[in-house]
């Protein structure tokens, strides 16, 4: 049988965190749904936009458990995908279908 130590289970709930707020950025880089006149994002990029850059307490507290501040990462995220420099994992088209998305996702 094996017991996994504190450390182990913390380190492991940290993989398991990372993984959730990559997913739901990778989520707001969906394709946009093209609806007869203009676009418009598919249900998978709103739920990754709301938990992302809407108040809720589970972004606030999953990127407080990775000690990281949630309005520096709302920014640095936005400003990333507007910006010109390359991101790992992210290709340009990807950052575009972001931009896409946050033009119609962001508040009146």
């Known amino acids: 049988m094996c017991f ?11 993989k398991l965190i ?3 707020i990559a997913l739901a950025v990778s989520d707001c880089c969906d394709l946009p749904l ?3 006149k203009s676009y418009k994002l598919t249900d998978k990029s709103l739920h990754a936009f709301r938990f992302l850059f809407e ?4 972004c606030h507290l999953y990127l407080e458990l ?6 520096s990462f709302r920014s640095h995220l936005v400003s990333s995908m507007y910006a010109d420099t390359n ?4 290709t340009d088209q990807k950052k575009r279908f972001f931009r896409m998305n946050h033009a119609r996702f962001a508040p009146k």
């Not at 990775?66 to 309005?71: K, V």
């Not at 991101?87 to 992210?90: A, M, P, Q, T, V």
């Open 4 to 14: 996994q130590t504190a450390k182990e289970d913390y380190n492991s709930c940290i």
């Open 18 to 20: 990372s993984a959730v």
């Open 34 to 36: 093209k609806d007869k």
């Open 55 to 58: 108040n809720n307490k589970y």
């Open 66 to 71: 990775l000690d990281i501040d949630l309005g």
């Open 87 to 90: 991101l790992k994992d992210i």
